[in-house]
């Protein structure tokens, strides 16, 4: 290597952007100069002279010396240097103080009480995060050593109600939780359900403008309007047409707004402390979306948000008070738009000219470019971590669980600079340790479950350090799998995992079966017809391997589904989620990686009526294959 090449490492090291990686196949790869370069420069710390690298690379190491919030386990100790420090304090958030013990090497013991601290030496302060040494737990959640609870997942746009205009609801969430805790079932997971924006027809729930606020459109009418002002004409295909239900639905929300006047006191009263604990930076986010959506009067927005966080408070408190253990799990996406709220009220803090993807995996094997952003890591720091705080209070509260998409993205993230292909990416490193610290402080101050979604390109103990942590991984039925391609006994499944018969991403059971996937990727000439084939063929031997694991006829196909919906919640797993879409035995993907305009993404609905003994007969099958609890 060069100096140059040298010193370039150097700093890409320092700041966290890994020069050697690991492809999904465990070959080794190295990022091109010129592309750690960009990176380099998008995240401001600037490379492309020996002048940039040195200042950049001193730069980082002194804001490093100097963290604005140190993160730490209950009872462990921390570092600051000077082990002459003198007397210190520490101060709890209500103002109670206790004596700070030194260890006489620099080194403080932290409190046995987790919650955010401040440690006092003389005129210095020092923020302090007191983490719990795990997440929350579906067992402190029911009081059982070895709970085996299960429940569903709904694609929340695609549930249906009596007044949904065309777009599922918070009513259509609490009937699906009504029908899950009637089969005994303890938790309902959904689709994101974050502030959208502008609402486009080619619109995903996983490219959000404000993951801090909820989006208005999936809100239920409250009790004291009468809307009877017919729907949108439902499509020609029976698809969501999202532009034009988003647009109907403002309207409505307008209509509601205007009608707080007939609503009974306790109602605007609580409407104007919503308003008032929002403070600045609800006004903020109003404002902003009051002018991407055109909307003359920011109050619509401000009151559309009370409205959706009353809306699903409700259906939660009725979740449990029917006796759901966790009732709603909410989907926290990886990112953001660059353009949306949550890019505006963060600053400096995000990612500025890098958007995050992933490169070839089991999804999608020439790679992704999702089109979001994501926080700076050093950015992070600077701010001692407010935002992901933030973030965390805003997807736990009055939720009993979170999924966190792409949970390895608090290790590390595929960046890549804006307008470029996947290939032109590098892996980004996060601080892995104050992240999980802050996720579990969060997690038990909101008794909330914490799941991550660890597929794709799993780095090498990643799995094991969030196990350790109370992170609950996912085991999905399509790669619970063997060395050698067979499937894996539910008993080998991992027991601090979420079992699941898919995903989003993944073509549903029956769907799955038939090669759906495979056929409809031919029909958009996405393979050749020899290649077709050939995966048709694989799909089949497939289908024969899973019959043969799960004890079924693979020429039947609705037998062998209900005993692969069987199999997959006979394993060890704290919690199993069947997806509504397997539990109807739909065989329409709901998204297809690697399609935009071609494929229609987050725009099916479920059947209506829906094929009730069907639906009952599956969660009871699903409820009695979990079995009991020890």
């Known amino acids: 290597m060069t100096n140059a090449a040298d010193e370039l490492a150097e700093l890409a090291a320092r700041v966290g952007v890994m020069v050697d990686w690991r492809d999904i196949h465990g070959i080794a790869r190295r990022v091109e100069p010129a592309t750690l370069v960009a990176v380099l420069d998008a995240l401001e710390w600037r490379a492309a002279t020996a002048a940039q690298r040195a200042d950049s690379l001193r730069r980082c190491m002194a804001e490093r010396a100097q963290p604005r919030l140190r993160t730490v386990q209950a009872g462990a100790r921390i570092t600051l240097g000077s082990p002459d420090a003198g007397p210190g304090q520490w101060c709890d958030e209500a103002g109670n103080t206790a004596p700070a013990q030194a260890d006489g090497a620099g080194g403080w013991h932290c409190p046995p009480r987790p919650g955010y601290w401040t440690l006092r030496i003389g005129a210095d302060e020092h923020a302090v995060a007191v983490a719990p040494p795990r997440c929350f737990g579906v067992d402190d959640a029911t009081g059982t050593a070895t709970p085996r609870r299960w429940g569903a997942t709904l694609q929340v746009y695609a549930g249906r109600s009596p007044a949904d205009a065309g777009i599922g609801d918070s009513a259509a969430a609490a009937a699906w939780c009504r029908r899950v805790c009637a089969a005994g079932g303890d938790a309902l997971a959904l689709s994101p359900l974050h502030a959208a924006g502008r609402i486009e027809p080619l619109f995903s729930p996983y490219s959000p403008s404000d993951r801090r606020y909820l989006e208005p459109i999936y809100t239920a009418p409250p009790p004291w309007v009468q809307d009877d002002d017919a729907a949108p004409p439902a499509s020609a295909d029976g698809l969501i047409d999202w532009a034009g239900a988003a647009a109907f639905k403002w309207a409505r929300l307008a209509r509601w707004q205007q009608a707080m006047h007939a609503a009974p006191q306790a109602i605007g009263d609580a409407l104007h402390r919503h308003l008032q604990a929002g403070g600045v930076e609800l006004e903020r986010f109003a404002a902003f979306n009051a002018a991407v959506l055109h909307q003359p009067d920011p109050a619509l927005q401000s009151f559309a948000q009370w409205l959706s966080t009353r809306s699903w408070s409700q259906v939660q408190e009725r979740a449990r008070a029917s006796g759901m253990a966790l009732g709603l799990i909410a989907d926290l996406a990886v990112g953001f738009m660059p353009d949306g709220a949550e890019a505006a009220a963060a600053g400096d803090t995000a990612l500025r000219g890098l958007v995050i993807g992933a490169p070839p995996d089991a999804f999608a094997p020439h790679g992704q470019v999702w089109g979001v952003s994501s926080y700076a890591p050093d950015g992070l720091r600077r701010t001692g971590f407010a935002p992901f705080i933030a973030l965390l209070r805003a997807v736990m509260r009055d939720r009993g669980g979170v999924r966190i998409d792409h949970i390895l993205g608090l290790q590390r993230l595929w960046v890549v600079p804006q307008g470029a292909g996947s290939d032109a990416g590098a892996y980004l490193r996060y601080p892995l340790e104050d992240l999980l610290n802050l996720l579990a402080l969060e997690s038990w101050r909101h008794r909330c479950i914490v799941i991550g979604e660890d597929l794709g390109v799993v780095p090498e103990g990643i799995r094991q350090q969030l196990a350790e942590r109370g992170v609950l991984g996912m085991d999905v039925l399509a790669f619970a799998r063997a060395a050698d391609g067979q499937f894996l006994a539910p008993n080998l499944w991992r027991p601090l995992a979420v079992a699941t018969t898919g995903t989003h991403d993944l073509p549903t059971l029956a769907g799955w079966q038939r090669g759906e996937d495979i056929a409809v990727r031919a029909q958009l000439g996405n393979e050749d ?53 397997d539990a109807l035995g739909l065989r329409e993907q709901v998204n297809l990686p690697g399609t935009v305009a071609v494929y229609p993404n987050w725009r099916h609905r479920l059947p209506q009526p829906l094929p009730r003994r069907t639906l009952h007969d599956a969660l009871r099958r699903f409820a009695t294959a979990r079995g009991g609890e020890h």
């Open 529 to 581: 017809p020899a290649a077709t084939a050939q995966a048709m063929d694989r799909r089949r031997q497939e289908a024969a391997q899973l019959a043969s694991a799960v004890g079924a006829d693979a020429a039947c196909p609705e037998a062998l589904h209900d005993a692969a919906v069987a199999f997959v919640a006979a394993g060890p797993a704290p919690l199993a989620l069947l997806p509504v879409e």
